[in-house]
Structures are given as structure tokens and as C-alpha cells.
């Protein structure tokens, strides 16, 4: 199912294109912005610098992380390199999931390196906590590629791929906060609205719960089950990529 040489070629591609390089580049100058904004802080220089750092760097990876998925997707259609390999004794699936493997692989490459950097800025406050933010960015990070490896392949336009997949992860960062006001009783839980916003926390990522930043501070709560996060990592990435393979098998060159 997997193909080591397509996962050497993703990584070829990724030098190439001088991703981590980038990304390392982005990573320390954002540790470092949130290293001097923390020392303008007149209290909790630490916590602030330890959170600001955290949210940033989250974002930018997830974001460079996501476009370099789908333009490496759309360029390898438009370069008519799926056909190559398609002539080469490779199975489509074996492409789908060798392309999930090695992105996976970047993800948790990055998410090392954000946590390191995350270390870095306060490095009094390190603890469990620090560990579990890791561990989840990553899973969101690996929900996050899959997303916009089958966006990348539905869609034949990188920007409407790449927006349709940042679309998705801004809704599962909000989905907690739209669910509260459903639960509320500021609107009318048995509303149209409200039935249709619970049908869609259904299928869309909770990333809500993955990589709290209160974590950096507070630590982690008892009543919080990492194991959880890892099922719906695992569940949703391969719910899309079951989605891309079905795409990609239909698709006549």
C-alpha cells in the first residue's frame, strides 16, 4: 500500500521547494517577535510570550504546511507527473497513500520544530502540558494535509483548494464556540440553525480540543483524553483520504 520511493519524492520535493527552510526560517523569527513582545509586558512576561509564540507558530505551519500540499498536488496534475507514475508499476491507492505518509511525516517534523521553539521562548514553564500541545498540533496538522490532499485532488484550482481546505480549518477552530451558542439559551436549540450547525459538527474536525494554549500555562485538565484526539486524527484522515482514493480511482487520463 505504501511506496518508499514516492515518499522519497515527496521529501525531494519538499527540498526542492525549500519548505522546512522556509518554515525553520518563519519559526524562528516568529519565536523571536514573541520574545520581544513578551519583554514589553509590564506582568506575566513568561505566559505571554509562551502563548503568543504557540498560537503564531501554530498558524504558520498549519498554513505552510496546507499550501505546499495542494500546489505540489495541483503542479504534479499539471505536469502530467500522476501520469508518469500511473505508467510506472504503482497502484493509485499506493500513490494516495504514500502522498498521506510522507505528508504525515512533514507534520510531524514541524511539529517538533514549533515545539522546540515554543521551549525555547519559555523554557521555566515547560511541562507535561508542553508535550500534550505538541502531540495535538501534530494530529491537527495530519487531519489538516489530508484535508488538502483531497480538496487538492477534487479541485483543479490551487487557490480554490487551498481555500476550501484553510475554510475547514477555521470552521473546526470555531466549532466549540458555535456549539455553545446552540447550547445557550441566547438561540433556539430546536431552530433550523441550530439542528444544522449540530449536523455539521458532525462531519467537520473538532480542533477546537486539540492544542489548547491554556495547556502552556495551566498544564493539562484530569478529565482530558488525549487517546480521543488521536481516534479522530486517525478516523477523519481517513475518512478524506477514503474520499481522494474514490475521486482519484474514478478519474480517466
Same mark, same amino acid.
Given at each position: ?13 519538499a ?6 527552510? *522556509? &518554515?525553520? /526560517? $518563519?519559526? @524562528?523569527? %516568529?519565536?523571536s =517577535? ?9 506582568? !506575566? ?10 498560537? *503564531? &507558530?501554530? /498558524? $504558520?505551519? @498549519?498554513? %505552510?504546511?496546507? =499550501? ?9 496534475? !499539471? ?15 499506493s500513490? @494516495?497513500?504514500?502522498?498521506?505518509l ?6 510531524i ?22 508535550i ?20 487538492s ?25 458555535l ?19 449540530q ?12 492544542g ?5 500555562i ?36
Open positions: 500500500m505504501f511506496s518508499a520511493p514516492l515518499v522519497k519524492y515527496v521529501f525531494k520535493a527540498l526542492r521547494d525549500k519548505l522546512m527552510l *522556509s &518554515l525553520a /526560517i $518563519v519559526l @524562528i523569527v %516568529g519565536a =517577535l514573541a520574545t520581544f513582545l513578551g519583554s514589553a509586558a509590564i506582568v !506575566e512576561k513568561s505566559q505571554f510570550t509562551v502563548i503568543f509564540a504557540g498560537a *503564531s &507558530l501554530r /498558524i $504558520v505551519s @498549519i498554513l %505552510g504546511l496546507v =499550501l505546499f500540499v495542494v500546489f505540489f498536488i495541483r503542479r504534479a496534475f !499539471e505536469s502530467k507527473e500522476i501520469e508518469y507514475l500511473l505508467s510506472r508499476p504503482v497502484g493509485r491507492l500513490i @494516495i497513500f504514500s502522498f498521506a510522507a505528508f504525515s511525516l512533514l507534520c517534523l514541524l511539529g517538533v520544530g514549533v515545539g522546540v521553539c515554543v521551549y525555547a521562548v519559555s523554557p521555566q514553564l515547560f511541562g507535561y502540558g508542553h500534550l500541545w505538541v502531540g495535538s498540533i501534530i494530529v491537527e496538522a495530519v487531519i489538516m494535509v489530508n484535508i488538502a490532499l483531497f480538496f485532488m477534487y479541485i483543479s484550482s490551487a487557490s480554490s483548494a487551498a481555500m476550501s481546505t484553510l475554510g475547514v480549518y477555521v470552521l473546526g477552530r470555531l466549532m466549540g464556540q456549539l455553545g451558542i446552540v447550547d445557550s439559551e441566547i438561540v433556539d436549540s430546536h431552530g433550523i440553525y441550530s439542528m444544522a450547525m449536523m455539521v459538527s458532525v462531519i467537520t474536525p473538532r480542533l477546537d480540543l486539540l489548547q494554549s491554556s495547556w502552556l495551566y498544564g493539562v485538565q484530569d478529565n482530558y483524553n488525549f487517546v480521543y484526539a488521536l481516534c479522530q486524527g486517525a478516523i477523519y484522515s481517513l475518512f478524506v483520504l477514503l474520499a481522494a482514493c474514490f475521486d482519484f480511482v474514478r478519474r480517466e487520463f
